[in-house]
């Protein structure tokens, strides 16, 4: 969402020529491509914070957008492709995955971020992940992200300077990094992209169910987003085999998602001891118990948290390199999160800023900088430089 500055002069033209401003007096680079490269940003960045058509839309043919379906390995997938319209020709190609919503490909945050990206010249494949469509998040997730990368692989049209990048958002950012280290895939790819993700699970649910976290120099709270503890919480429940205790938590999550406050204690009062596993570990709000109430939890719950868990893999051994961008007050998943991120692989480039609100764009004058800084990293990215 597009906000005004102080001058209220709409953001999508003050950022063009703030931009073109630093570019000519502060930037300090030279030559004619990085210039171009940095007014291209600035363009972008306010096409993507715009609520209508930005600046880079005036300037641009419309993307071409089509859906697909491909095979690799015998498994049937479908995507939705954008291409850059009429004139213009990609200089990447992008696999860009979608996080929790019901929208899934189609949900119009989604959509309109794709459509900027093949402005910027990204051919732009956003395959449909229906486990994220039902507000789930799985291991085996990484598996539609790396069909979308061997498909382009496999059409070298797709791909004219043969570079090739993944980006995901917030929880769907785990099993992109885990698609990014199997073999095959890492071979393929050139650069990944996290907007707003995690790292470590267990301080991930430890912020978001009793609002502390650890990642830093010293234990932090935040006041906790109730309807974010129940979403992610709750999309577990599908692991729930007492058919009583799953559909009593599922209405639990289903009256907290609309109110925080509603009451569930006579819904928790019925619970047996499967479910109560869940009810504690959401209810609970003491830092200190949260790995206690991990380990009580059902066998399958606690190995699909595990297999999500980017602190347990060799990070060192990630390829390609990883641009992340990530909110300072982010309200769902910490920032140190992706700073922990940044320093575990051998190429990370970090941008936290605080007009991203966990992964909506919210401008303020003090955040543009650093907003600009890392759509300009994304266009080196797609540059190859």
Known sequence: MS????????????????AVI?????AGLSGCAAIDRQYEAALLLSELAAEEDGALARRTPSPHRQEISYEIDGEHYIADLYRPGEGSEARAAFVLTHGFTAYGKDDPRLVAFAEGLARARFNVLVPDVPSLRELQVHPSDRRF????????????????????????????????????MEPA???????????????????????????????GPERVWAQPQ???????????????????DRALLEE??????????ADIDSLA??????????????????????????????????????????????????QPALLLIHGSDDPIIPATHSRALAAEVREGEL???????HVDIDLRLRDRWRLWRATVALLRLRDGV
């Open 226 to 244: 109730q309807v974010a503890k129940w979403s992610f919480l709750g999309s577990y429940l599908y692991r729930i085999e007492h058919p009583q």
């Open 145 to 180: 992200i790396a069909a979308a990368v061997l498909f382009l692989h496999e059409h070298a049209e797709l791909v004219p300077e043969g570079r090739i990048g993944v980006g995901a958002f917030s929880y769907a950012v785990g099993p992109m990094i885990l698609a990014a």
């Open 3 to 18: 906000r005004q500055t102080n001058q209220e002069q709409p953001v999508s033209a003050s950022l063009a020529v703030w």
């Open 185 to 215: 895939v890492a071979r393929q790819l050139d650069f990944t992209v996290a907007i707003g993700g995690y790292y470590d699970v267990e301080d991930a649910i430890r912020f978001l169910t009793t609002g502390y976290h650890d990642l």
């Open 22 to 26: 630093l570019t000519m007096f502060g």
């Open 252 to 261: 639990m999550v289903r009256r907290r998602q609309h109110d925080p406050d």
């Open 351 to 357: 941008y936290v800023v605080g007009g991203l609100n």
């Open 269 to 318: 009062a019925e619970l047996e001891a499967e479910g109560r596993t869940i009810y504690n570990l959401l209810t609970n709000r003491d830092p200190d118990q949260v790995s206690v109430l991990l380990a009580a939890l059902p066998e399958d719950i606690q190995a699909e948290i595990s297999a999500l868990d980017l602190a347990n893999e060799r990070l060192d051994r990630f």
